[in-house]
């Protein structure tokens, strides 16, 4: 069954950006596809980096569908998308594979946020400032405990 369109990326291309609805899963075939959050006004700090046989823009698939990151194609790039739509109505129509394909995305996304975990326990290990990571901490304790 043939569920995707295969798409392709020059280096440099722009697949999505941050604040765009997200109506496509992609998995890369061939080539690499960088993963930037926004920081300031024109300046985006990477995440990570996709390449073949992994997945990005699962927001497509997470209300309220809308990127939290840009991502940009480093090289040529062949990328398999699903769109959301069509996505939903396999699961529907065939649940026990669907099951597999949301649990292997459940188990990419845990990898993905251990793997910022650590870059961010690693970030604040070096800056060695206590005061900025108390205040880090104050920004996202829940608002109950916040002074």
Do not use: C
């Not at 990326?9 to 997200?22: N, Q, R, Y």
């Not at 790039?77 to 026990?96: A, E, G, M, Q, W």
């Amino acid at each position: 069954m043939d569920l995707g369109k295969i798409e392709t990326f020059a280096p440099g291309d722009i697949v999505f950006t941050a604040g765009s609805e997200s109506r496509k899963l992609f998995f890369v075939e061939e080539g690499q596809v960088m993963v930037e959050l926004p920081y300031v006004e024109g300046v985006f700090v990477p995440i990570s980096i996709v390449g073949p046989r992994q997945a990005f823009s699962w927001s497509a698939l997470v209300p309220p569908h809308r990127h939290t990151s840009t991502a940009m194609a480093l090289s040529d790039t062949r990328v398999n998308s699903l769109d959301r739509d069509t996505l939903l109505k396999f699961i529907r129509d065939y649940p026990s594979q669907g099951v597999v394909l949301m649990g292997n995305l459940a188990s990419l996304i845990a990898s993905r946020l251990t793997s910022l975990e650590a870059e961010l326990v690693e970030v604040l290990r070096e800056s060695q400032s206590l005061p900025d990571v108390i205040h880090v901490q104050l920004r996202l304790a829940p608002k109950e405990i916040k002074p």
